[in-house]
């Protein structure tokens, strides 16, 4: 069974910076494609940035120069490092897997950006 499990949500003013974290169980973490994606309320669910098996980086353009994403294989692990925060990022944040042809989803991380 895969479980995610995100850590390192929080308050935090503009332009602070946030890591967040994601452990990844119940499969060979080498073999998925990760992601993190974010929901605003009242919006849909957007894609933050990936990261392939290979470790090619892809990232929505709102968060482009400020979001970094990375992998850690040994620990089963993808972050995000998310600087220079805006309001406009406040929203949960869900970790993704894509695994054998199937997407996995972490329970979400709350980041709220005050201005």
């Known amino acids: 069974q895969v479980h995610l499990v995100e850590s390192g949500g929080g308050l935090v003013q503009a332009g602070g910076s946030l890591r967040l974290s994601c452990a990844a169980s119940g499969m060979i973490f080498s073999f998925a494609a990760m992601g993190w994606y974010r929901q605003a309320p009242g919006k849909q669910r957007e894609l933050v940035a990936d990261i392939t098996v290979g470790g090619s980086t892809n990232y929505a353009d709102s968060v482009k120069g400020r979001f970094t994403i990375s992998r850690d294989s040994a620990k089963s692990s993808v972050y995000l490092q998310m600087n220079s925060l805006e309001p406009q990022d406040t929203a949960v944040y869900y970790c993704?897997?894509?695994?054998?042809?199937?997407?996995?989803w972490g329970q979400g991380t709350q980041v709220t950006v005050s201005s």
């Open positions: 993704n897997a894509e695994y054998l042809r199937h997407n996995y």
